[in-house]
């Protein structure tokens, strides 16, 4: 298991933005390095979708929804991960989550609220 830290999240009017960063404080470089890793995002009451993802290389792919508002990149470096979220809508309300998909570690979550 990886130990993911996120931050980041906060409360913001439509239209706004945000960055959330996902840190793998414990971790030696070579198993984050390793591994594609994911965005995802779990609203009241829903199941948690996958939002954004990147692999080792630093390809990188989004939900429909987020495609040209949200933008996933890794330092590999700093063994962290970030999403910068522009434009956002109420329907992007929800606890926004890390996942090392290599070891299947989740971080706590960070809440992201916007409101109309």
């Known amino acids: 298991q990886v130990l993911l830290v996120e931050s980041g999240g906060g409360s913001v009017e439509a239209g706004g933005s945000l960055r959330l960063s996902c840190k793998a404080p414990?971790?030696?470089?070579?198993?984050?390095?390793?591994?594609?890793m994911g965005w995802y995002r779990q609203a009241p009451g829903k199941q948690r979708d996958l939002v954004a993802q990147?692999?080792?290389?630093?390809?990188?792919n989004y939900t429909d929804a987020v495609k040209g508002r949200f933008t996933i990149s890794r330092d590999n470096s700093r063994k962290t991960i970030y999403l910068q979220m522009s434009s956002l809508k109420p329907e992007d309300t929800g606890v926004y989550y890390c996942?090392?998909?290599?070891?299947?570690?989740w971080g706590q979550g960070t809440q992201v609220t916007v409101s109309s």
């Open positions: 996942h090392h998909i290599g070891t299947m570690s």
């Open positions: 414990r971790t030696i470089t070579s198993v984050f390095n390793s591994s594609p």
């Open positions: 990147i692999t080792t290389g630093g390809r990188t």
